[in-house]
């Protein structure tokens, strides 16, 4: 079956460190998202790509890099951890705006 | 400022009832999708309506498009305990940006 998978699920990090979340689509499509979730804020995206070797800013970039190496893998990078940036980060892979898209389990971070 | 957002923070009903929750965007857009989420899970597609569609229905799921007015809505008919969720509208621009809403709690009560 189609799907987003995160990894990890959990993460606990120290302020200034570099943390890298990673995202696996098996769904074969161009787009991928990473969305980060904060209580009161819903859903805002960070940074998004149309394809291997692109990225995007979404509405939230500073602080966040990406990297999508190919069609499966889309990975987001906090090189300086803050912890402001301690919340719950969801991956999804779609084909457009008008068009299915999947969501991954999330990965929960905490930065201390 | 949310380019998309739902009308309520939170709804409740009981099981059985049916339910509407609203949605309102601001500004021209490819689609709009409507979403759950459950506690501890990843938003899930309900429905997806395009600009040119007024109406779609998914099982007991119904959602409205407006585009004169900006508005959706997505009602749910004959409720149960397992609709309890926070449902989102999403609204999909050409880029292929879907932005979210801030959601809307809806708890259905036995």
């Known amino acids: 079956e189609a799907a987003v998978t995160q990894s990890p699920r959990n993460k606990v990090a120290v302020t200034g460190g570099k943390v890298t979340l990673s995202c696996n689509q098996t769904n074969n499509h161009n787009n991928m998202y990473w969305y980060r979730q904060d209580t009161g804020h819903g859903l805002r995206l960070i940074h998004y790509?149309?394809?291997?070797?692109?990225?995007e800013k979404g509405d939230i970039p500073d602080g966040y890099k990406a990297s999508r190496p190919s069609q499966e893998n889309f990975s987001l990078i906090l090189e300086l951890a803050t912890p402001s940036q301690t919340s719950v980060y969801f991956c999804a892979s779609g084909q457009g705006a008008d068009s299915d898209y999947t969501f991954g389990s999330g990965t929960r971070l905490l930065v201390i | 400022s949310q380019l998309a957002e739902e009308n309520s923070w939170a709804l409740s009903v009981h099981e059985g009832e049916s339910v509407t929750v609203n949605c309102s965007y601001k500004t021209s857009i490819t689609a709009l999708q409507w979403y759950r989420q459950k506690s501890g899970k990843g938003p899930a597609q309900l429905i997806l309506i395009r600009s040119n569609e007024r109406e779609k229905r998914n099982g007991r799921l119904r959602a409205t498009l407006d585009t004169s007015s900006q508005s959706s809505s997505l009602s749910i008919t004959a409720t149960r305990c397992e609709d309890t969720a926070v449902y989102f509208c999403?609204?999909?621009?050409?880029?292929?940006?879907?932005?979210f809403g801030q959601g809307t709690k809806l708890s259905i009560k036995p």
């Open positions: 790509s149309y394809g291997a070797g692109s990225t």
């Open positions: 999403a609204t999909g621009y050409n880029q292929g940006k879907l932005i």
